[in-house]
């Protein structure tokens, strides 16, 4: 059974770092592409990145870039985002989900994990 | 990269059908045929109900139905059920500097 299990909800003061983290199970870690939504409260879905931890390949929404950095631990199958300096427009739920990419583009995401709920205020 | 464009709500009766719109461009929905669509509980992560506009991942009713023609991609929902009562968001290939691109969701009223 494939399984996504995000981390647990995040309270963070403006500035500060933060990484959550996507364990995932029952499936070929390295062979999947692996990514993360953003849905703000109240709003609607916003692709961040998505990483293939079998080659590294990385590919970030222009809206993210620069923003957010996404990675993968293939020894412990699990995908990182990680934020340097938050704001508070960063708070929102962020989903991790299996996607179907290629080298061109992605096609859709089929497993999500539950969410991770992020508040950044002071 | 834009949302596409999506009807904020559409309803209708236990038993009817609904069709809810999915307006994109020529560098995204209209580029293949790779238009996903995701169906979302309150307080619930997203789920995947079809891929490559009309496929659907096992377990899910035929009750839910794609189509695409141009610019714009839809979906079906017939025979409603209460449980069908939910956001749904489409999903596309973004174009050149995005890979995915969302919709901007439709609230189902049953």
């Known amino acids: 059974e494939v399984q996504l299990v995000q981390s647990g909800a995040e309270v963070k003061d403006p500035a500060e770092s933060l990484k959550i983290s996507c364990l995932t199970s029952?499936?070929?870690?390295?062979?999947?592409?692996i990514g993360w939504v953003r849905q703000m409260p109240g709003k609607g879905l916003e692709w961040v990145a998505v990483i293939h931890p079998g080659g590294a390949d990385s590919r970030y929404s222009p809206s993210f870039e620069g923003q957010v950095t996404i990675s993968a631990d293939k020894s412990i199958t699990t995908a990182y985002l990680q934020w340097n300096s938050l704001k508070a427009s960063d708070t929102a739920i962020y989903y991790c989900?299996?996607?179907?990419?290629?080298?061109?583009?992605?096609?859709?995401?089929?497993?999500w994990g539950q969410g991770t709920l992020v508040t950044v205020s002071s | 990269q834009s949302a596409l464009t999506q009807p904020r709500s559409v309803s209708g009766s236990p038993g009817q059908s609904v069709i809810i719109s999915c307006s994109g461009t020529?560098?995204?929905?209209?580029?293949?045929?790779?238009v996903s669509w995701y169906q979302q509980h309150p307080g619930k992560a997203p789920k995947l109900i079809l891929y490559d506009v009309g496929r659907r991942p096992s377990g899910v009713p035929n009750r839910f139905a794609g189509s695409k023609s141009g610019n714009t991609a839809s979906l079906s929902i017939s025979g409603l059920q209460a449980d069908d009562e939910a956001d749904y968001y489409c999903?596309?290939?973004?174009?050149?500097?995005?890979?995915?691109?969302f919709g901007t969701g439709t609230k189902v009223t049953v």
């Open positions: 020529s560098s995204d929905v209209g580029v293949h045929d790779y």
């Open positions: 989900a299996r996607g179907f990419c290629d080298s061109i583009s992605c096609y859709y995401f089929d497993y």
């Open positions: 999903c596309s290939y973004g174009g050149t500097h995005s890979t995915f691109v």
């Open positions: 029952g499936y070929d870690f390295t062979n999947h592409w």
